[in-house]
């Protein structure tokens, strides 16, 4: 369970997938790979809070 928040920006919601750090940061905080990442942004959107959500099933 991941005990830090997954943002470095306070009050941030969404994950800009298009930024090379936000992604790479996301996707090591998740304990995924970036094309893992991306293909979730794909099916659920860039929610960060649904994208941990849909991830960690």
Known sequence: ????????????????IFDTQQRSAMATRLG????????????VGNRISTLKSYLER
């Open 32 to 43: 995924v790979s970036e094309d893992r990442l991306k293909r979730a942004v794909r099916l």
């Open 1 to 16: 369970m991941l005990t830090e928040p997954l943002d470095t920006n306070a009050g941030k919601t969404h994950l800009d």
